[in-house]
C-alpha cells in the first residue's frame, strides 16, 4: 500500500513563507513524477508545481499563479518532495495535495495522470 504523506501547512500572514513536504511511503515505489496541486471550496483541483525525472534530467514546472514565488524539489533518498512557498498571498489559501505516480508524464498539470495522492495540507493566508 503506497501512502503519501503531507506536513507543514499552516496559517500564516500575506508576505509569509511556509514549506510543504510529503513523503512516499510503504511497498517499494519508485515515482518518476510528483506535484502539488489545491484545492478550494466549490472548485476544481488546480495544478501548482510538479517535478518529472529520469536518470540524467529533471524537469520542474510551475503554475503561472505561483511562478517565481513557489519552488518544488525532491529528495531522491526519502523519497519526499517538497514546495517551498514565499511571498504569500491570501489567494493561496487552500488545501494543497501531494501526488505521484511511476510514470514519466508528458501532462503534469492534469490530476488524471497521478495515480496516489495524499490527504491533503491546508495552507491558509491572512491579510
Known amino acids: 500500500q503506497v501512502q503519501l504523506v503531507e506536513s507543514g501547512g499552516g496559517l500564516v500572514q500575506a508576505g509569509g513563507s511556509l514549506r510543504l513536504s510529503c513523503t512516499v511511503s510503504?511497498?517499494?515505489?519508485?515515482?518518476?513524477?510528483m506535484g502539488w496541486f489545491r484545492q478550494t471550496p466549490g472548485k476544481e483541483r488546480e495544478f501548482v508545481a510538479a517535478?518529472?525525472?529520469?536518470?540524467?534530467?529533471?524537469?520542474?514546472y510551475y503554475a503561472d499563479s505561483v511562478k517565481g514565488r513557489f519552488t518544488i524539489s525532491r529528495e531522491n533518498a526519502k523519497n519526499a518532495v517538497y514546495l517551498q512557498m514565499n511571498s504569500l498571498k491570501p489567494e493561496d489559501t487552500a488545501v494543497y495535495y501531494c501526488?505521484?505516480?511511476?510514470?514519466?508524464?508528458?501532462?503534469?498539470?492534469?490530476?488524471?495522470?497521478?495515480?496516489?495522492w495524499g490527504q491533503g495540507t491546508q495552507v491558509t493566508v491572512s491579510s
Open positions: 501526488a505521484a505516480t511511476w510514470l514519466i508524464l508528458s501532462v503534469v498539470t492534469d490530476t488524471k495522470g497521478y495515480h496516489y
Open positions: 517535478l518529472k525525472w529520469s536518470a540524467t534530467t529533471t524537469y520542474s
Open positions: 510503504g511497498r517499494t515505489f519508485s515515482s518518476n513524477t
